[in-house]
């Protein structure tokens, strides 16, 4: 079975603290993605890696960046957290990307994230 | 605008019945839809995908239906049990390279 590991369940961090969200997946999947979930928003897509060292912008990734410096690592960066970054945390890996095979993503157990 | 509804209100059944769940898009022409389960707390799941060119797909006591001219698909559980209560997500991707896009998502409640 798939694994896919986020490092922390909860976190409590303060405005303007730059924030660390780490993933670590153990089947070799080739493409990982940063999701947030809201209430009344659904999941959105905030940046996806289909390689080491390659990343894309999803729907919202303002305010955010990540590192794919390992295949099998995926790390969410916020710069300056802010309240508004206040969310649940999703980190996904998948096998080709779904757009070209269907491959369905394995989720990890996500990161609530508060920004006080 | 791209749009996936799901109906945000929770679904109530008793045990037992078939529970049924829509996923309505407009705006898109999906490739293939993927149903996902998500329990509190937990990342979703991946229970079910069917492509455009399919209208029906099995497994176990689940079952989805993809419309392509309503622009719909259902997602059913047959004789429902209380361990079934969880959110299901329906999620779906244009031509080859999009990526996967999520409904809101409904609660199933199924009492004992």
């Known amino acids: 079975d798939v694994k896919v590991t986020q490092s922390s369940r909860y976190l409590v961090k303060r405005t303007g603290e730059k924030v660390f969200l780490e993933c670590v997946q153990d089947?070799?999947?080739?493409?990982m993605f940063w999701y947030r979930q809201d209430p009344g928003l659904g999941l959105r897509l905030i940046y996806f890696?289909?390689?080491?060292?390659?990343?894309e912008k999803g729907d919202i990734p303002e305010g955010y960046s990540v590192s794919r410096e390992k295949k099998e690592r995926f790390s969410l960066i916020l710069e300056s957290a802010s309240t508004n970054q206040t969310s649940m945390y999703l980190c996904?890996?998948?096998?080709?990307?779904?757009?070209?095979?269907?491959?369905?993503?394995?989720f990890g157990n996500g990161t609530r994230l508060t920004v006080t | 605008s791209q749009k996936i509804e799901q109906n945000s209100e929770a679904l109530n059944i008793q045990e037992g019945k078939t529970a049924t769940l829509t996923c309505n898009y407009t705006?898109?022409?999906?490739?293939?839809l993927q149903w996902y389960r998500q329990d509190p707390g937990r990342g979703p799941v991946f229970l079910l995908l069917?492509?455009?060119?399919?209208k029906e797909k099995r497994k176990e006591r689940l079952k989805v239906t993809f419309d392509t001219t309503l622009k719909q698909s259902l997602f059913h559980i047959t004789a429902s049990q209380p361990a079934d209560s969880a959110t299901y997500l329906c999620?779906?991707?244009?031509?080859?390279?999009?990526?996967?896009?999520f409904g809101g998502g409904t609660r199933l409640m199924v009492k004992p």
């Open positions: 996904a890996s998948s096998l080709p990307p779904p757009g070209q095979g269907g491959s369905p993503l394995h």
């Open positions: 089947m070799d999947h080739e493409n």
């Open positions: 890696s289909y390689d080491v060292k390659m990343k």
């Open positions: 705006n898109y022409s999906p490739a293939y």
């Open positions: 069917i492509r455009e060119n399919e």
């Open positions: 999620a779906l991707a244009g031509n080859a390279g999009n990526m996967l896009t």
